[in-house]
């Protein structure tokens, strides 16, 4: 597994109801926040990964009535496997995505991309994102490609992908774009 860490602040209000927005350098009018620090990296410990898998079902699966355990498949513990999960200060789990290299060197894809419901369009996507395409790059990776979700295409256009196809329909419901980043 890969070991870096990329951190950045996650300012919220002091008064409770407002929401906060992510920002990887100190905005120019902070008061009445405060910063808190944001952590993107692979699980370590047996409760990381519990409350890593939690979120992909939360998100994920819960929602269409799907078991524990559908959150999961066989390259989740394959060597060329990478997995991150956006935390903060306490160690609660805000994001996860999983990388894996389809073609070594050529192709990764990525998938199980998940925000929790209370912190999405925060940037918690995009620093998974970055992450996971610095692994890519260090795995000399040249594409990544992408199953996105119809309501998360727009996400993944704004870094940088493009619709390839639609491909299939997830649970009868949820419709499928293909889409594909050169790096």
């Given at each position: 597994?890969?070991?870096?860490?990329?951190?950045?602040?996650?300012?919220?209000?002091?008064?409770?109801?407002?929401?906060?927005?992510?920002?990887?350098?100190?905005?120019?009018?902070?008061?009445?926040?405060?910063?808190?620090?944001?952590?993107?990296?692979?699980?370590?410990?047996?409760k990381e990964w519990d409350s890593y898998y939690w979120l992909r079902w939360e998100i994920l699966r819960k929602p269409w009535n799907q078991p524990i355990g559908s959150e999961r498949d066989k390259l989740?513990?394959?060597?060329?496997?990478?997995?991150?999960?956006?935390?903060?200060?306490?160690?609660?789990?805000?994001?996860?995505?999983?990388?894996?290299?389809?073609?070594?060197?050529?192709?990764?894809?990525?998938?199980?991309?998940?925000?929790?419901?209370?912190?999405?369009?925060?940037?918690?996507?995009?620093?998974?994102?970055?992450?996971?395409?610095?692994?890519?790059?260090?795995?000399?990776?040249?594409?990544?490609?992408?199953?996105?979700?119809?309501?998360?295409?727009?996400?993944?256009?704004?870094?940088?992908?493009?619709?390839?196809?639609?491909?299939?329909?997830?649970?009868?419901?949820?419709?499928?774009?293909?889409?594909?980043?050169?790096?």
């Amino acid at each position: 597994m890969l070991g870096c860490t990329l951190r950045t602040k996650l300012p919220e209000r002091a008064s409770l109801g407002l929401s906060s927005k992510i920002f990887t350098s100190r905005p120019s009018n902070t008061e009445g926040l405060f910063f808190a620090q944001m952590i993107v990296k692979s699980p370590e410990n047996t409760k990381e990964w519990d409350s890593y898998y939690w979120l992909r079902w939360e998100i994920l699966r819960k929602p269409w009535n799907q078991p524990i355990g559908s959150e999961r498949d066989k390259l989740d513990e394959h060597l060329d496997s990478f997995h991150a999960m956006a935390v903060d200060d306490f160690n609660k789990v805000m994001g996860v995505a999983r990388l894996h290299l389809v073609t070594p060197g050529n192709r990764a894809q990525i998938r199980f991309m998940a925000v929790n419901t209370q912190n999405q369009a925060k940037g918690i996507g995009k620093l998974l994102i970055q992450y996971l395409e610095n692994v890519a790059k260090q795995n000399n990776v040249k594409e990544i490609i992408l199953q996105a979700r119809e309501n998360a295409v727009g996400f993944y256009i704004k870094e940088g992908y493009q619709v390839i196809e639609k491909s299939f329909v997830l649970y009868n419901q949820i419709q499928h774009y293909l889409m594909l980043k050169t790096l």
